[in-house]
């Protein structure tokens, strides 16, 4: 029986193969985003407002203890707790896909409980990216004007560095979770092949995600703008889109069901993209 099952692991492919998308296929995604949210909207706003309640919590903490710059690479933080803090919103997702009933308990055991180890993995992952995020943060200082009174070019530049080395590691995560927690909740994968797959849905579809990834950043500016009020709304929302844009994109039906769980089961035959 062991022979057997290493054989049938060996015979999974390196990568699950992803659709072609549309450049506006996020849009799409969104409507069904918002259709959950208001099949289920006190589970999906609860979800919203523990977001918008850690991230208030992460800024006067910065506020008491820091300051600006400590508040700045707080919220940085948020690109890294984004994609984990929407398990729960997958798996509301699922639920409501099969005809049932969104059961608090039943997000959170598959949130917290059942993935826990391959999530693990992946928020090791992202704490690596993380820290030599950091430290690429601390050597951009050494282009801060030192002047009293920099001209206003100098500090263009220094911006101009700094964005720019956020910005790839902000790619990097992106492109490592933007499928691969859907994937993890949604088949019996390591957490290797999640994020391989990913990336390589995201390079395979580059228009598309970056209309995506556009989306979203203006949702948590949004959240970000209204003092974490708009928060309660938007990740609700976008936890949803992304579980459905994971469904269109990545076609993982050569990969095994959880024995257990929202996903152990098949969709019903009338939804579209069942794999």
């Known amino acids: 029986m062991a022979e057997q099952s290493t054989a049938a692991e060996d015979a999974l492919p390196f990568v699950a193969p992803c659709r072609r998308l549309q450049p506006l296929a996020a849009f799409g995604w969104l409507r069904k985003g918002l259709a959950d949210m208001r099949a289920a909207p006190a589970l999906s706003l609860s979800s919203g407002l523990f977001t918008a309640a850690v991230s208030l919590a992460m800024s006067l903490v910065a506020f008491r203890f820091g300051s600006y710059w400590l508040l700045l690479a707080a919220l940085s933080g948020f690109v890294f707790l984004g994609p984990v803090l929407c398990l729960g919103l997958y798996a509301i997702s699922a639920q409501l896909e099969r005809g049932e009933k969104p059961v608090f308990t039943a997000s959170l055991r598959e949130a917290g409980v059942r993935r826990l180890g391959t999530e693990m993995v992946f928020a090791l992952m992202l704490l690596v990216v993380f820290l030599v995020w950091a430290r690429a943060g601390s050597m951009v200082h050494v282009f801060f004007p030192m002047e009293a009174n920099p001209e206003f070019a100098d500090l263009a530049t220094y911006l101009a560095i700094g964005s720019a080395v956020g910005s790839v590691f902000a790619a990097i995560t992106f492109a490592t979770s933007a499928f691969s927690l859907p994937m993890l909740m949604h088949r019996d994968v390591d957490a290797v092949t999640a994020v391989v797959t990913s990336i390589n849905a995201v390079l395979r579809?580059?228009?598309?995600?970056?209309?995506?990834?556009?989306?979203?950043?203006?949702?948590?500016?949004?959240?970000?703008?209204?003092?974490?009020?708009?928060?309660?709304?938007?990740?609700?929302?976008?936890?949803?889109?992304?579980?459905?844009?994971y469904e269109e994109t990545i076609d993982?039906?050569?990969?095994?069901?959880?024995?257990?769980?929202?996903?152990?089961?098949?969709?019903?035959?009338?939804v579209e993209f069942d794999i």
């Open 205 to 245: 579809n580059k228009l598309a995600m970056l209309v995506w990834v556009s989306l979203i950043v203006a949702g948590v500016l949004i959240g970000f703008a209204t003092a974490f009020v708009g928060l309660i709304f938007t990740i609700p929302l976008i936890g949803h889109a992304t579980w459905h844009g």
């Open 252 to 270: 993982a039906s050569a990969f095994p069901r959880h024995k257990e769980g929202v996903a152990a089961r098949p969709r019903p035959e009338n």
